[in-house]
């Protein structure tokens, strides 16, 4: 089965612009969950999208946003960029059967530089 | 959010060498996982482990659920084994959240 994939690997936006980032999760996973890494903050939880919906989301300004598509693949969007934003972004996915916990599995992430 | 703790933040070892990583938590969870990250950035999953123990070849892993932490074991390190290990954990929202890392290099 082919594991989670994101696309681009890299990206070089310039201030002020925005970026969309796309995630196509592992075949027949309905939870897809974004999360961003720095140095500085380290890893934190974005949003996670479930059947088209946003479930849960973490404390990041209204810049940042996504959506699901019905065949699950998710992208997530950031508007205005800052320098801060720059970070590797990374995407998950998840088969949610219901039960109370599910495991989580890590795409290669977008590295995205802001100039 | 539930917050989380690793020690040591850095480790260094000898080939050969056995080493414990732990993780904290400050509430209960229902996912637990620990990952090891790739000099490439992506999250290579070595264990989810809400509570008891598993193994997987020279790492094993064992959660106290009731006392809120877990460890991760090595064993006969390698210098393959070097990079970063995080430790992550969700309540019932399913928002994990990752402890700072744990940094190993394995010297040969």
């Known amino acids: 089965k082919a594991g989670v994939t994101q696309t681009p690997r890299y990206l070089i936006k310039t201030r002020g612009q925005q970026v969309t980032l796309s995630c196509s999760p592992i075949s027949g996973h309905r939870s897809v969950s974004w999360y961003q890494q720095t140095p500085g903050q380290g890893l934190q939880f974005l949003f996670e999208y479930f059947s088209e919906t946003q479930r849960n989301k973490g404390n990041f300004p209204g810049r940042f946003s996504g959506r699901q598509f019905s065949n699950s693949r998710s992208e997530m969007n950031v508007s205005t960029l800052e320098l801060g934003d720059s970070a590797l972004y990374l995407c998950a996915s998840s088969f949610d059967s219901g039960a109370s916990s599910y495991e989580q599995y890590f795409g290669p992430g977008t590295r995205l530089t802001v100039t | 959010g539930i917050q989380v703790e690793q020690s040591p933040p850095d480790l260094i070892l000898q080939e050969g060498a056995n080493s414990t990583l732990r993780c904290n938590f400050s509430?209960?969870?229902?996912?637990l996982q620990w990952f090891h990250q790739n000099p490439w950035g992506q999250l290579i999953n070595l264990f989810y482990i809400p509570s008891g123990t598993k193994q997987n070849g020279r790492l094993s892993a064992t959660t106290v659920a009731t006392e809120r932490y877990s460890l991760l074991y090595i064993s006969s390190s390698q210098t393959t084994d070097s990079g970063v290990y995080f430790c992550?954990?969700?309540?019932?929202?399913?928002?994990?959240?990752f402890g700072a890392g744990t940094t190993v290099t394995v010297r040969a």
């Open positions: 509430d209960s969870v229902n996912n």
């Open positions: 992550a954990g969700a309540g019932g929202d399913y928002k994990l959240s």
